[in-house]
Protein backbone atom coordinates (compact mmCIF):
# COMPACT_ATOMS: atom_id res chain seq x y z
CA UNK A 1 0.00 0.00 0.00
CA UNK A 2 1.10 3.67 -0.47
CA UNK A 3 2.08 6.32 1.84
CA UNK A 4 0.57 8.90 0.58
CA UNK A 5 -2.79 10.40 3.02
CA UNK A 6 -5.19 12.73 1.93
CA UNK A 7 -7.74 14.80 4.50
CA UNK A 8 -10.53 15.10 4.53
CA UNK A 9 -11.90 12.42 2.74
CA UNK A 10 -15.36 14.38 2.22
CA UNK A 11 -15.74 17.81 2.75
CA UNK A 12 -19.26 19.71 2.45
CA UNK A 13 -18.96 23.70 2.74
CA UNK A 14 -20.75 26.96 1.66
CA UNK A 15 -19.85 28.98 -1.21
CA UNK A 16 -16.94 31.88 -0.06
CA UNK A 17 -15.31 29.60 2.71
CA UNK A 18 -11.92 29.05 2.47
CA UNK A 19 -10.66 25.50 2.33
CA UNK A 20 -7.29 23.94 2.34
CA UNK A 21 -7.12 20.16 1.48
CA UNK A 22 -3.78 18.24 2.93
CA UNK A 23 -1.50 15.82 1.45
CA UNK A 24 1.14 13.94 3.18
CA UNK A 25 3.53 10.88 2.02
CA UNK A 26 6.39 9.54 4.00
CA UNK A 27 8.08 7.73 0.84
CA UNK A 28 10.75 11.35 0.81
CA UNK A 29 9.18 11.47 -3.39
CA UNK A 30 10.11 14.28 -4.50
CA UNK A 31 7.34 14.43 -6.92
CA UNK A 32 3.91 15.45 -5.58
CA UNK A 33 0.89 16.18 -7.64
CA UNK A 34 -2.85 17.08 -7.91
CA UNK A 35 -5.18 16.48 -10.05
CA UNK A 36 -8.81 17.06 -10.46
CA UNK A 37 -11.72 14.53 -11.61
CA UNK A 38 -15.22 14.93 -12.21
CA UNK A 39 -17.30 11.59 -12.13
CA UNK A 40 -16.50 9.41 -15.61
CA UNK A 41 -14.11 11.87 -16.41
CA UNK A 42 -10.19 11.87 -16.70
CA UNK A 43 -7.84 13.60 -14.12
CA UNK A 44 -6.77 16.78 -15.11
CA UNK A 45 -3.50 18.50 -13.49
CA UNK A 46 -3.89 21.01 -11.68
CA UNK A 47 -0.71 21.86 -9.91
CA UNK A 48 2.56 19.92 -9.41
CA UNK A 49 6.08 20.54 -7.58
CA UNK A 50 9.20 18.82 -8.22
CA UNK A 51 10.75 19.55 -5.06
CA UNK A 52 10.82 21.88 -1.75
CA UNK A 53 9.85 25.31 -2.60
CA UNK A 54 8.86 24.45 -6.42
CA UNK A 55 5.25 24.56 -7.68
CA UNK A 56 3.81 25.15 -11.14
CA UNK A 57 0.15 25.07 -12.34
CA UNK A 58 -1.02 21.92 -14.42
CA UNK A 59 -2.35 22.12 -17.52
CA UNK A 60 -6.34 22.59 -16.19
CA UNK A 61 -6.83 26.17 -15.07
CA UNK A 62 -7.33 26.22 -11.29
CA UNK A 63 -8.12 29.00 -8.66
CA UNK A 64 -6.54 26.54 -6.20
CA UNK A 65 -2.80 27.39 -4.70
CA UNK A 66 -0.60 25.06 -3.58
CA UNK A 67 2.58 24.79 -1.27
CA UNK A 68 5.65 23.02 -0.84
CA UNK A 69 7.64 23.82 2.02
CA UNK A 70 8.28 20.25 3.58
CA UNK A 71 9.05 17.54 0.62
CA UNK A 72 5.90 15.12 2.50
CA UNK A 73 3.76 17.48 2.44
CA UNK A 74 1.86 19.47 -0.24
CA UNK A 75 -1.58 21.21 0.47
CA UNK A 76 -3.95 22.23 -1.46
CA UNK A 77 -5.85 26.01 -0.59
CA UNK A 78 -8.98 26.97 -1.97
CA UNK A 79 -9.53 31.24 -0.95
CA UNK A 80 -13.24 31.56 -1.96
CA UNK A 81 -15.18 27.82 -2.60
CA UNK A 82 -17.94 28.49 -5.00
CA UNK A 83 -19.98 25.33 -6.44
CA UNK A 84 -17.77 24.97 -9.62
CA UNK A 85 -14.87 23.60 -7.28
CA UNK A 86 -16.94 20.63 -6.74
CA UNK A 87 -15.39 17.37 -7.91
CA UNK A 88 -12.52 14.85 -6.55
CA UNK A 89 -9.19 16.30 -5.94
CA UNK A 90 -6.64 13.83 -5.99
CA UNK A 91 -2.87 14.15 -4.56
CA UNK A 92 0.17 11.71 -6.19
CA UNK A 93 3.53 11.20 -5.76
CA UNK A 94 6.40 9.27 -7.52
CA UNK A 95 10.07 8.87 -7.03
CA UNK A 96 10.91 10.83 -9.85
CA UNK A 97 12.54 8.33 -12.64
CA UNK A 98 10.38 8.71 -15.62
CA UNK A 99 10.45 5.16 -17.04
CA UNK A 100 9.17 4.12 -13.62
CA UNK A 101 5.24 5.47 -14.27
CA UNK A 102 4.40 4.80 -11.04
CA UNK A 103 2.17 7.09 -9.77
CA UNK A 104 1.16 6.77 -5.26
CA UNK A 105 -2.07 8.26 -4.99
CA UNK A 106 -4.19 9.31 -2.17
CA UNK A 107 -7.73 8.04 -1.72
CA UNK A 108 -9.02 11.68 -2.83
CA UNK A 109 -10.89 14.31 -1.34
CA UNK A 110 -14.11 14.74 -2.55
CA UNK A 111 -15.50 18.21 -2.50
CA UNK A 112 -18.88 19.57 -2.05
CA UNK A 113 -19.41 23.42 -2.33
CA UNK A 114 -23.47 24.21 -2.30
CA UNK B 1 -6.76 17.66 -29.03
CA UNK B 2 -6.71 15.79 -25.97
CA UNK B 3 -3.52 14.48 -24.89
CA UNK B 4 -4.70 10.79 -24.86
CA UNK B 5 -7.85 9.23 -26.31
CA UNK B 6 -9.36 6.15 -25.84
CA UNK B 7 -12.71 4.80 -26.23
CA UNK B 8 -14.64 4.91 -22.64
CA UNK B 9 -16.73 2.25 -23.43
CA UNK B 10 -18.31 0.43 -21.73
CA UNK B 11 -17.21 -3.18 -22.49
CA UNK B 12 -19.50 -5.66 -21.57
CA UNK B 13 -17.48 -9.09 -21.43
CA UNK B 14 -18.49 -12.56 -20.26
CA UNK B 15 -16.33 -14.41 -18.12
CA UNK B 16 -13.24 -16.12 -19.67
CA UNK B 17 -13.44 -13.70 -22.69
CA UNK B 18 -10.34 -11.88 -24.24
CA UNK B 19 -11.10 -8.13 -24.55
CA UNK B 20 -8.71 -5.58 -26.30
CA UNK B 21 -8.59 -1.54 -25.06
CA UNK B 22 -6.44 0.94 -27.31
CA UNK B 23 -5.36 4.90 -27.05
CA UNK B 24 -3.81 6.75 -28.80
CA UNK B 25 -1.63 9.91 -27.62
CA UNK B 26 -1.24 13.11 -29.58
CA UNK B 27 2.43 14.61 -28.60
CA UNK B 28 5.20 12.37 -30.35
CA UNK B 29 7.31 14.21 -27.13
CA UNK B 30 6.07 11.19 -24.57
CA UNK B 31 8.52 9.34 -23.17
CA UNK B 32 6.86 6.68 -21.39
CA UNK B 33 3.83 4.79 -20.99
CA UNK B 34 1.29 3.24 -18.69
CA UNK B 35 -1.72 1.38 -18.24
CA UNK B 36 -3.57 2.61 -14.92
CA UNK B 37 -6.71 0.57 -13.29
CA UNK B 38 -9.16 2.90 -11.49
CA UNK B 39 -12.11 0.45 -9.63
CA UNK B 40 -15.31 2.98 -8.87
CA UNK B 41 -14.77 5.92 -6.72
CA UNK B 42 -10.87 4.87 -5.61
CA UNK B 43 -7.66 5.67 -6.85
CA UNK B 44 -5.98 5.11 -9.94
CA UNK B 45 -3.51 2.07 -9.59
CA UNK B 46 -0.75 1.65 -11.90
CA UNK B 47 -1.16 -1.64 -13.95
CA UNK B 48 1.65 -1.88 -16.11
CA UNK B 49 4.20 -0.28 -18.22
CA UNK B 50 4.18 -0.32 -22.00
CA UNK B 51 7.21 -0.82 -24.31
CA UNK B 52 7.84 -0.62 -27.35
CA UNK B 53 8.59 -4.36 -27.57
CA UNK B 54 5.58 -5.37 -25.71
CA UNK B 55 5.07 -6.68 -22.65
CA UNK B 56 3.34 -9.09 -20.85
CA UNK B 57 2.17 -9.78 -16.96
CA UNK B 58 0.05 -12.77 -16.35
CA UNK B 59 -3.06 -12.45 -18.36
CA UNK B 60 -2.34 -8.66 -19.39
CA UNK B 61 -0.53 -7.68 -22.04
CA UNK B 62 0.39 -4.75 -23.25
CA UNK B 63 1.94 -3.21 -26.68
CA UNK B 64 3.08 0.29 -28.02
CA UNK B 65 3.51 1.48 -31.38
CA UNK B 66 5.14 5.02 -31.28
CA UNK B 67 5.20 5.55 -35.04
CA UNK B 68 1.61 5.31 -34.96
CA UNK B 69 1.32 7.03 -30.98
CA UNK B 70 -1.32 4.05 -30.05
CA UNK B 71 -0.88 1.52 -27.15
CA UNK B 72 -3.46 -1.59 -26.78
CA UNK B 73 -4.04 -3.70 -23.58
CA UNK B 74 -5.27 -7.27 -23.40
CA UNK B 75 -6.61 -9.34 -21.28
CA UNK B 76 -6.70 -12.68 -21.74
CA UNK B 77 -9.05 -15.10 -19.67
CA UNK B 78 -11.50 -12.04 -18.10
CA UNK B 79 -12.06 -12.18 -14.33
CA UNK B 80 -15.15 -10.79 -12.39
CA UNK B 81 -12.83 -9.33 -10.65
CA UNK B 82 -11.25 -7.37 -13.87
CA UNK B 83 -14.47 -5.26 -13.84
CA UNK B 84 -13.11 -1.46 -13.41
CA UNK B 85 -12.00 1.46 -15.54
CA UNK B 86 -8.73 1.25 -17.58
CA UNK B 87 -6.81 4.67 -17.73
CA UNK B 88 -4.64 4.97 -20.71
CA UNK B 89 -1.26 7.41 -19.29
CA UNK B 90 1.74 8.69 -21.26
CA UNK B 91 4.58 10.49 -19.61
CA UNK B 92 6.42 13.63 -20.57
CA UNK B 93 7.98 16.77 -19.99
CA UNK B 94 9.72 15.41 -16.94
CA UNK B 95 7.29 13.56 -15.01
CA UNK B 96 4.29 14.99 -15.84
CA UNK B 97 1.60 12.89 -16.58
CA UNK B 98 -2.05 12.82 -18.97
CA UNK B 99 -4.16 10.63 -18.20
CA UNK B 100 -7.31 9.32 -20.75
CA UNK B 101 -10.39 9.50 -19.88
CA UNK B 102 -10.61 5.80 -19.41
CA UNK B 103 -12.45 2.67 -21.02
CA UNK B 104 -14.95 1.01 -18.47
CA UNK B 105 -14.36 -2.91 -18.36
CA UNK B 106 -18.00 -5.00 -17.02
CA UNK B 107 -17.05 -8.93 -16.98
CA UNK B 108 -20.44 -10.49 -16.43
CA UNK B 109 -20.40 -14.20 -15.09
Known amino acids: EADIYQTPRYLVIGTGKKITLECSQTMGHDKMYWYQQDPGMELHLIHY???????EKGDLSSESTVSRIRTEHFPLTLESARPSHTSQYLC?????????????FGEGSRLTVL | RKEVEQDPGPFNVPEGATVAFNCTYS??????FFWYRQDCRKEPKLLMS???SGNEDGRFTAQLNRASQYISLLIRDSKLSDSATYLC??????????FGSGTKLNVKP
Open chain 1, 49 to 55: SYGVNST
Open chain 2, 89 to 98: VVNRDFNKFY
Open chain 2, 27 to 32: NSASQS
Open chain 2, 50 to 52: VYS
Open chain 1, 92 to 104: ASSEGQADTGELF
